[in-house]
């Protein structure tokens, strides 16, 4: 269907009526998928034919440099009904995305009590719970009957980003239980509110960071999540698609640190070039500085080398294997803490396992190269017993580092993710050159 908006859109003349036509039925998400194949004055265009009913939620759902086309090219009426219609997480996203200039017009044009209401929540520090909830949620009394609180969900759901799970607080906004829309409908209509309330809910507080939010609901399989102050006041939920949201970009960042770059919040292709250069730059440039380790290490043992040059040819075979086995582990202890499965209170626990698990690893490489180095460099009996003690130490060093380093990282407060392949190769890189060489010079006596 989004192949025949666009055919439509680009035909003159335009054929507003079955467009209009061809919006009723289809999902918001993907109207606003159209405008990402559209050019400016075709933005416009289509967005001022959308009906009023769905325009506010049409912009929410597209790109911020669409939005800002958009918001450009309207009146301050417009605008103002635009923002009067935006839930308010929305309408902070939105600003948080648009220059100066174009903040202020927004904010001019929205009523006083919602611009109160944005402008506290853009003072909570990004990537908190406060950040991301919203103020629109149903309160009620525990006095109330369910008859009472059915005639105020009608009277104001319209508005709420949920009504599937109402809040109860007391006169002070004290949070003092939770009620859904289920218990609501199975309750006699006289039963008071707080009788059939649940008090024992989760909270979470405005400081929170998004990702605790998110494993809250994760792991308790909410679909919003009530947010109060120090005091217990009530102050805003955090809903089920704020949190997919939150999930997509901490997984971003975390793909994006574990690849040795600066995380950005910005797409690919709207990420310029200088930009995208001095993301890159920082880590390259400590990598290179970290690997020139593996030189010193090497020119150290310049005279085992010049004893027997055949060394050489192995350096390259066991740097690889023991930056990929070092990798491999970091990945999955990374995804461990991620996904909150591993603590580093189990550290001596994964150590071990990973000890074994190296074990078994480096003495099945260390079998196939011990018959590989015989056949293949004339059947030399110390130097297959040097490569394979090699490979099975360096591959124990490398997953012990692979899977200590990014539970230190979590002990001490850091992102785990920085500690992933780049800099777990050129670590294990380093090692393994120094445990190389030293089994060399003992077992070949150089």
Same mark, same amino acid.
């Given at each position: 269907?989004?192949?025949?908006?666009?055919?439509?859109?680009?035909?003159?003349?335009?054929?507003?009526?079955?467009?209009?036509?061809?919006?009723?039925?289809?999902?918001?998400?993907?109207?606003?998928?159209?405008?990402?194949?559209?050019?400016?004055?075709?933005?416009?265009?289509?967005?001022?034919?959308?009906?009023?009913?769905?325009?506010?939620?049409?912009?929410?759902?597209?790109?911020?440099?669409?939005?800002?086309?958009?918001?450009?090219?309207?009146?301050?009426?417009?605008?103002?009904?635009?923002?009067?219609?935006?839930?308010?997480?929305?309408?902070?996203?939105?600003?948080?995305?648009?220059?100066?200039?174009?903040?202020?017009?927004?904010?001019?044009?929205?009523?006083?009590?919602?611009?109160?209401?944005?402008?506290?929540?853009?003072?909570?520090?990004?990537?908190?719970?406060?950040?991301?909830?919203?103020?629109?949620?149903?309160?009620?009394?525990?006095?109330?009957?369910?008859?009472?609180?059915?005639?105020?969900?009608?009277?104001?759901?319209?508005?709420?980003?949920?009504?599937?799970?109402?809040?109860?607080?007391?006169?002070?906004?004290?949070?003092?239980?939770?009620?859904?829309?289920?218990?609501?409908?199975?309750?006699?209509?006289?039963?008071?509110?707080?009788?059939?309330?649940?008090?024992?809910? *989760?909270?979470?507080?405005? %400081?929170? =960071?998004? !990702?605790?939010? @998110? /494993? +809250?609901?994760?792991?308790?399989?909410?679909?919003?999540?009530?947010?109060?102050?120090?005091?217990?006041?009530?102050?805003?939920?955090?809903?089920?698609?704020?949190?997919?949201?939150? *999930?997509?970009?901490?997984? %971003?960042? =975390?793909? !994006?640190?574990? @690849? /040795? +770059?600066?995380?950005?919040?910005?797409?690919?292709?709207?990420?310029?070039?200088?930009?995208?250069?001095?993301?890159?730059?920082?880590?390259?440039?400590?990598?290179?500085?970290?690997?020139?380790?593996?030189?010193?290490?090497?020119?150290?043992?310049?005279? @085992?080398?010049?004893?027997?040059?055949?060394?050489?040819?192995?350096?390259?075979?066991?740097?690889?294997?023991?930056?990929?086995?070092?990798?491999?582990?970091?990945?999955?202890?990374?995804?461990?803490?991620?996904?909150?499965?591993?603590?580093?209170?189990?550290?001596?626990?994964?150590?071990?396992?990973?000890?074994?698990?190296?074990?078994?690893?480096?003495?099945?490489?260390?079998?196939?190269?011990?018959?590989?180095?015989?056949?293949?460099?004339?059947?030399?009996?110390?130097?297959?017993?040097?490569?394979?003690?090699?490979?099975?130490?360096?591959?124990?060093?490398?997953?012990?580092?692979?899977?200590?380093?990014?539970?230190?990282?979590?002990?001490?407060?850091?992102?785990?993710?920085?500690?992933?392949?780049?800099?777990?190769?050129?670590?294990?890189?380093?090692?393994?050159?120094?445990?190389?060489?030293?089994?060399?010079?003992?077992?070949?006596?150089?």
């Amino acid at each position: 269907m989004n192949d025949q908006i666009l055919s439509i859109i680009n035909t003159d003349p335009l054929d507003i009526s079955r467009l209009k036509t061809l919006f009723f039925d289809k999902n918001i998400a993907d109207i606003a998928e159209v405008f990402k194949e559209l050019h400016k004055e075709k933005i416009i265009q289509l967005f001022r034919i959308l009906p009023k009913t769905i325009a506010a939620e049409v912009f929410a759902h597209v790109d911020s440099d669409q939005q800002k086309i958009i918001v450009e090219a309207l009146t301050d009426t417009e605008i103002g009904e635009i923002m009067s219609k935006l839930f308010v997480d929305d309408a902070v996203d939105f600003i948080e995305e648009m220059p100066a200039n174009v903040v202020k017009r927004v904010l001019r044009n929205v009523n006083e009590d919602k611009r109160r209401v944005i402008n506290q929540l853009l003072q909570y520090p990004d990537d908190s719970a406060g950040s991301i909830m919203t103020t629109e949620y149903v309160e009620l009394q525990e006095n109330d009957t369910v008859s009472q609180a059915f005639d105020y969900i009608r009277s104001t759901g319209v508005n709420k980003e949920t009504i599937y799970t109402c809040y109860v607080i007391r006169h002070d906004r004290i949070l003092i239980g939770v009620v859904t829309a289920k218990t609501l409908m199975l309750s006699s209509q006289q039963d008071r509110i707080g009788d059939i309330m649940d008090t024992n809910f *989760i909270c979470a507080g405005t %400081t929170d =960071d998004q !990702e605790e939010i @998110a /494993a +809250l609901f994760k792991k308790y399989g909410l679909l919003s999540l009530p947010i109060a102050d120090k005091e217990g006041h009530l102050v805003g939920i955090v809903t089920v698609d704020d949190i997919v949201q939150v *999930i997509q970009d901490e997984n %971003t960042e =975390d793909v !994006e640190k574990m @690849a /040795a +770059l600066n995380p950005s919040d910005e797409s690919y292709l709207k990420t310029g070039v200088f930009k995208q250069s001095r993301n890159r730059i920082f880590w390259l440039m400590f990598l290179m500085l970290s690997a020139s380790i593996t030189g010193t290490i090497i020119s150290r043992f310049e005279n @085992a080398l010049t004893a027997l040059p055949m060394l050489i040819a192995f350096i390259p075979m066991l740097m690889n294997t023991c930056g990929n086995a070092g990798c491999q582990t970091s990945a999955l202890i990374i995804r461990g803490i991620a996904l909150g499965e591993i603590r580093f209170r189990s550290i001596v626990t994964v150590l071990w396992r990973e000890i074994q698990v190296a074990f078994l690893c480096g003495l099945a490489l260390a079998a196939v190269n011990f018959i590989r180095v015989y056949f293949m460099h004339g059947r030399d009996l110390m130097l297959c017993i040097t490569v394979s003690l090699s490979l099975i130490a360096t591959v124990i060093a490398s997953k012990s580092i692979g899977c200590i380093l990014p539970l230190i990282a979590q002990k001490i407060k850091l992102d785990p993710a920085i500690m992933a392949a780049p800099l777990i190769t050129t670590i294990a890189d380093a090692s393994s050159l120094i445990v190389y060489f030293s089994i060399a010079s003992i077992v070949l006596s150089i």
